[in-house]
């Protein structure tokens, strides 16, 4: 929430809170702009490791680099109490009903970031046991390049992602589950 | 013991089945027909101055031609095509022992060694699942790591290399799940799997 949404929004401070009014033909913006702001600083990512990535993944968590400046640090190993998958590793075949299954629990609307090479593009395994890319399986928002990549890497992909959530209207969510599935 | 030692001892017993034998990488490797392996096998378990109670590995090896069509070809021989590695130690003696057996291309068929030692029953599964070598006598001789639907065979020489298959379907694995069952005296009826 910017200086021009303060401007266009009043506010104004009561005894006990503060209390934001708005006009009713801006109200569909005015709540977008508070639910993109609340989804963008609030990501609960699920981390689907099953290579050297996610190790790396674990040192972007840790203090050093510490993700939580960015809102999404708060790692849930459910995929119902999350909404962004961290594909971190190589998927093989046999994985790949496993990271289907798992992404169609996960909470809408839900985000994808691919980590690496192998998982974006199969790395260097060109061969029987592994998917070439884990977009033919899932939608994947975001890629990060890197074998590994480094944490700043996996910073960097959270800030595009929420730069793509910054202009994402409720109104137009992508909703992909058929209801069996979830 | 010696390594020319430990060659004697075997080959008073079984002259007939060894094809070949040598010195390589400080093990003594030979080379045994198919139809004398499981004797040999156990020999090297029972015997007192062998006593390799360990199979550490079982490896398949594939040797079909690896240059373009028209070079010559002359080591390629189709009846030993495959290969697979034994390796025994024993732990009472500290010494090591390699067998490795030839098999033809059209029908490579070995004979067992779960009866003998169990960490072969795996070890035969793998070369089942990547080389296609066929184990007589194996009580579950199914894949072990590819999928259960996956056609051929994945580290032959004429696998290409970069063929996926799209096998998306999970095992059920019924049969296994029922087996551990009946070794823990449960009953269970199949309704209720």
Not at chain 2, 41 to 67: C, E, T, Y
Not at chain 2, 107 to 135: C, K, N, Q
Request: proline share 6%; charged share 30%; with cysteine.
């Amino acid at each position: 929430m910017g200086r021009d949404f303060l401007e266009k929004h009043r506010v104004e401070k009561g005894l006990e809170e503060s209390v934001l009014l708005t006009r009713m033909d801006v109200a569909p913006d005015f709540i977008d702009t508070i639910v993109q702001w609340g989804r963008k600083n609030s990501l609960w990512p699920y981390p689907f490791g099953t290579a050297c990535c996610a190790i790396e993944f674990m040192s972007s968590i840790s203090s050093i680099h510490d993700q939580s400046r960015f809102g999404a640090e708060a790692v849930r190993f459910s995929p119902r109490q999350a909404d962004m998958m961290i594909v971190a590793g190589t998927i093989n075949h046999k994985m790949v009903p496993i990271l289907k299954r798992i992404y169609d629990q996960m909470c809408e609307p839900r985000y994808v970031i691919s980590m690496g090479a192998c998982a974006s593009s199969g790395g260097f395994y060109d061969n029987y046991t592994t998917v070439q890319g884990i977009d033919m399986v899932i939608p994947v928002d975001v890629y990060v390049a890197g074998c590994p990549p480094r944490p700043e890497g996996v910073l960097e992909a959270i800030v595009k992602l929420q730069e793509k959530l910054e202009n994402q209207s409720i109104a137009k969510m992508p909703f992909q589950t058929e209801p069996e599935n979830r | 013991m010696m390594i020319d030692r430990l060659a004697e001892s075997l080959n008073s017993d079984f002259a007939g089945g060894i094809v070949s034998r040598e010195v390589s990488f400080g093990d003594l490797t030979l080379i045994v027909k198919p139809d004398y392996l499981v004797d040999i096998a156990r020999d090297l378990r029972d015997n007192p101055d062998l006593r390799f109670d360990l199979l550490l590995d079982i490896a398949a090896v594939d040797n079909m031609k690896r240059w373009p069509e028209g070079v010559d070809d002359d080591e390629y021989d189709e009846d030993a095509r495959f290969e697979v590695v034994y390796i025994f130690n024993s732990t009472a003696h500290n010494h090591r022992i390699r067998l490795k057996v030839q098999l033809p291309e059209d029908d490579p068929v070995l004979p067992t060694l779960t009866g003998i030692y169990g960490s072969a029953d795996w070890g035969e599964r793998e070369a089942f699942d990547m080389m296609g070598i066929r184990f007589t006598g194996h009580s579950n001789l199914k894949r072990i790591l590819t999928h259960y639907k996956f056609k051929g065979y994945a580290l032959r020489k004429d696998y290409p290399v970069d063929k996926e298959q799209w096998l998306d379907e999970p095992e059920p694995l019924v049969d296994e799940i029922l087996a551990r069952l009946d070794a823990r005296g449960i009953e269970v009826r199949f309704e209720e799997l």
